[in-house]
Structure formats: structure tokens, C-alpha cells
């Protein structure tokens, strides 16, 4: 089977511009996930879609990221405007279920000059 | 607060030995564990993973022990080959099916 399909690689914006990243999840996965991953530390969960609904957010900063899955099968995930902070891997991930292990994808490594 | 701890930054291993590599947890209430091994550039990718109903899982050279008093889990790989040399990080799932990584522990296993 494909796996998580995520573009771009690679993003090189300056602070206050605005980034997009996309994911194509594995076909018949129902659950998607965002995860920001800083330089030496596990991935942090952003967001999860459990199909087009969002099953939890409470981690994502809600004034400067967004993420949206219509039609319940791609993603995108927003960052306006960009910090310095920002600066991270983000890696999408998919599984049938929040039950089943995550497939995740090889990540967006962003950097925020 | 970490909620998933991996004290190990790295291990070096010779090939053929076992290598153990060691997470702990503060949430009782974490019922799903899993092991992930990354290669440098890629996604993590899943390896291994137990139940809090089970104290031991097995996968070929992989074994997960689980002992939840001590709330300490492992992974043991037997025997270890240059190949398995990644990053591996240990992960959690909490009751509302939100998971937790902790920092990663480096392995490099010497030919």
C-alpha cells in the first residue's frame, strides 16, 4: 500500500510570512494527525481528525495555525504568521482508527529565518 | 510536563549483543504502548507495541516488556545488527486516544 504522502520536504520562509503543508493519508485511514517535532525532541500532537471532524485540537495554537481535512480524506495545515518558534518537522500520520498504531509520513522540515 | 520520558539520549551497541532501550511514564492511566524506530530524513515508522493487559510482547528480535507498577517500559533487540541502528522513540496512548512521544533514544550498533 502507498504510504502518507506529504509535501512539501522543505520550506524556508521568513518570520510573519505564512506557510501551507499537505498530506494524503494512507487510502482508508479514518484518523489523520498533525505532529510538530523541534530538533531533539518526540513529536507533539497538533491536531487529529477522526474522518472530517476534529477529535482533538488542544494543543494546536489557534491564533496563528490552522488545519482543515475536507472531505475527510487530504489535509492541509496552516501556520499565519510564522514565528521563529516555529521552526520544526511536521509530520503527518494516519491509522484506521485512534486505536491502531499511526503510519506517519516522511514530515515538512520548516525553517524560520 | 513530559508524560513519557526516555533518559537515554543514545546507546552504542556491538553487533550481535542485545540492546535495551528503556522508557518510563507518569500517567497510570495510559493504556496502549508502542515503539517507533526513525531513520534519519523519514517518518518514524511503528515497530512494536503492547498493551497495559500485557506485560511482555514479542516480534521476531523485537520485545517489548511492560511492567506498569514501576510504570518502565523496554524494548530489547535480539540479536542487535548495524541496520537497527535509528533513533527509536517510545510512545503512549491515553484513555481519549491521544498519544505521547518521549525525546528519543539514539542507537548505533558497531559491526
Known amino acids: 500500500e502507498a504510504g502518507v504522502a506529504q509535501s512539501p520536504r522543505y520550506k524556508i520562509i521568513e518570520k510573519r510570512q505564512s506557510v501551507a503543508f499537505w498530506c494524503n493519508p494512507i487510502s482508508g485511514h479514518a484518523t489523520l494527525y498533525w505532529y510538530q517535532q523541534i530538533l531533539g525532541q518526540g513529536p507533539k500532537l497538533l491536531i487529529q481528525f477522526q474522518n472530517n471532524g476534529v477529535v482533538d485540537d488542544s494543543q494546536l495554537p489557534k491564533d496563528r495555525f490552522s488545519a482543515e481535512r475536507l472531505k475527510g480524506v487530504d489535509s492541509t495545515l496552516k501556520i499565519q504568521p510564522a514565528k521563529l518558534e516555529d521552526s520544526a518537522v511536521y509530520l503527518c500520520a494516519s491509522s484506521h482508527s485512534g486505536y491502531q498504531p499511526q503510519h506517519f509520513g516522511d514530515g515538512t522540515r520548516l525553517s524560520i529565518l | 510536563d513530559q508524560q513519557v520520558k526516555q533518559n537515554s539520549p543514545s546507546l552504542s551497541v556491538q553487533e550481535g549483543r542485545i540492546s535495551i532501550l528503556n522508557c518510563d511514564y507518569t500517567?497510570?492511566?495510559?493504556?496502549?504502548f508502542l515503539w517507533y524506530k526513525k531513520y534519519p530524513a523519514e517518518g518514524p515508522t511503528f515497530l512494536i507495541s503492547?498493551?497495559?493487559?500485557?506485560d511482555k510482547n514479542e516480534d521476531g528480535r523485537f520485545t517489548v516488556f511492560l511492567n506498569k507498577s514501576a510504570k518502565h517500559l523496554s524494548l530489547h533487540i535480539v540479536p542487535s545488527q548495524p541496520g537497527d541502528s535509528a533513533v527509536y522513540f517510545c510512545a503512549a496512548r491515553d484513555t481519549g486516544n491521544q498519544f505521547y512521544f518521549g525525546t528519543g533514544t539514539s542507537l548505533t550498533v558497531i559491526p
Open positions: 500517567n497510570s492511566m495510559f493504556d496502549y
Open positions: 503492547i498493551s497495559s493487559i500485557k
